[in-house]
C-alpha cells in the first residue's frame, strides 16, 4: 500500500490454505519440506532435544529419497498435484465470488508460505482477510498449525489486517451433501458395483485423541453423516485412518491392514475415498490409489478404485463458496 492510503476503504481476501508439499519430486527437495514439516511442534510432539536428533540425524538421511521416488509417480506437467488443484480451487472461487474479493492460496509448509501471503495481500491493500483452512474436521497438527502460522505472521507485523478463520466443516450440510453428490457419482461410474467403501483419514498419533484432540471424533461423525447421504444399504461403509509413521500407536483400524483384511476374508469389489482431504495429493494418489490397489489385489481382491477427492469440481466447489461467503457476512456490501 502507497504512503498515505491508510484511509482507503476495505478490501477483501480470502486465503486457502493446504498442507503443504515440496517444490520438487527430488530427494534435495524432499528434504527441506520434511524437516520444516516434521519440526512443528504441533505435527510431533515430542520435546525438541529429544526429536530433532532423531529428526536430522536418521529421519532426514533416509526418508527423503524413498518419498521423492513417491512424488515422482503423481507429479504433473503443472508440478505437485496438492499445489496445483489447490490453486485451481482458488481460481474456481474467484470466479464464483467474482471482483469484490481476492482469492489467494498458500501452504502451510513449502511455498507459497502463509506469511508470504498475508504480506502481500497487506501490501496490496487488504485489510480483512477470510483464513480457509482446508481440513474438514479440526487436528492440532492441521487447522491448528495453520492459525499458528497466520498469528506468527501478523506478530510481525505493525499494521494487522483483521482475519477471520473458516471453522472445521466437518458435519456441515453442505460438506455432507457435496460428498454424498461428488462420491456417489463416482460409483455410479464404475464398471463394478462396489461391496465396501473404505473412508479413509489421514492418521494421527493415538495419544492426541487422549490428550482431547477431537479429530478421531469429527471424522466418525463426517462418516455417520455421509454413510446416511450416500443411502446406499447394499454398500458397506468403513471408517479407516492411513500414513501411519514411526512406531507410536495411531489411531485405528489402519488403511492397509484393513485392505489386506478384506479381501483375505472375501471382499472382492472395493472403493476407498479420502473425504478429509480437500484435493488429491500424494496420500491419496500414490499411498491408495497405488499401493493400496497392490495391497488389496495381492490378498486376493478383484475389483479395486480410488475415488478422487473433491478437489476443483463443481460439488466441492459449491460447499467451499457456502462456507466462505458465510464467514464474509457484513464485511461485502
Not at 478384506?262 to 478429509?276: C, D, N
Not at 478404485?305 to 466462505?324: H, I, K, R, Y
Request: contains cysteine.
Amino acid at each position: 500500500m502507497a504512503p498515505g492510503d491508510h484511509t482507503a476503504s476495505s478490501k477483501v481476501a480470502v486465503l486457502l490454505v493446504n498442507l503443504g508439499t515440496p517444490d520438487a519430486p527430488t530427494p534435495a527437495a524432499v528434504k527441506r519440506y520434511l524437516k520444516e514439516f516434521l519440526s512443528d511442534p504441533r505435527v510431533v510432539e515430542i520435546p525438541a532435544l529429544i526429536w530433532q536428533p532423531i529428526l536430522r540425524g536418521i529421519i532426514l538421511n533416509t526418508r527423503p529419497a524413498k518419498s521423492a521416488h513417491a512424488y515422482q509417480q503423481v507429479w504433473t506437467e503443472q508440478g505437485s498435484p496438492l499445489a496445483a488443484i489447490t490453486a485451481q480451487k482458488a481460481a474456481a472461487l474467484q470466479t464464483r465470488l467474482g471482483d469484490t474479493v481476492r482469492v489467494d492460496w498458500a501452504m502451510r509448509y513449502g511455498n507459497p508460505s502463509i506469511a508470504s501471503r498475508i504480506i502481500a495481500l497487506k501490501d496490496d491493500g487488504y485489510d480483512r482477510i477470510v483464513l480457509a483452512p482446508l481440513y474438514p474436521q479440526y487436528a492440532g497438527a492441521t487447522t491448528a498449525t495453520v492459525v499458528d502460522a497466520a498469528n506468527a505472521c501478523l506478530r510481525s507485523l505493525r499494521w494487522q489486517p483483521a482475519l477471520r478463520i473458516v471453522p472445521p466443516y466437518y458435519a456441515d450440510p453442505a460438506y455432507i451433501t457435496a460428498l454424498a453428490d461428488d462420491l456417489g457419482a463416482q460409483i455410479d461410474a464404475l464398471a463394478f458395483v462396489p461391496e465396501v467403501l473404505l473412508l479413509s483419514f489421514h492418521g494421527m498419533p493415538e495419544r492426541t485423541r487422549r490428550l482431547g484432540d477431537p479429530y478421531y471424533d469429527q471424522c466418525a461423525v463426517s462418516v455417520r453423516l455421509l454413510e446416511k447421504a450416500l443411502a446406499r444399504p447394499d454398500l458397506r461403509v468403513e471408517m479407516t485412518f492411513q500414513s501411519r509413521f514411526g512406531k507410536a500407536k495411531w489411531l485405528e483400524p489402519a488403511t492397509d491392514t484393513v485392505l489386506i483384511e478384506e479381501a483375505r476374508k472375501g471382499t472382492q469389489r472395493l472403493v476407498v475415498a479420502a473425504p478429509g482431504f480437500a484435493a488429491d495429493c500424494l496420500e491419496t494418489l500414490e499411498e491408495l490409489a497405488i499401493r493400496g490397489r497392490a495391497l488389496f489385489s495381492d490378498a486376493g481382491g478383484a475389483e479395486f478404485a480410488a475415488l478422487a477427492c473433491l478437489n476443483a469440481g463443481d460439488a466441492g466447489m459449491a460447499m467451499l463458496e457456502t462456507l466462505v461467503r458465510r464467514e464474509l457476512g457484513g464485511w461485502l456490501t
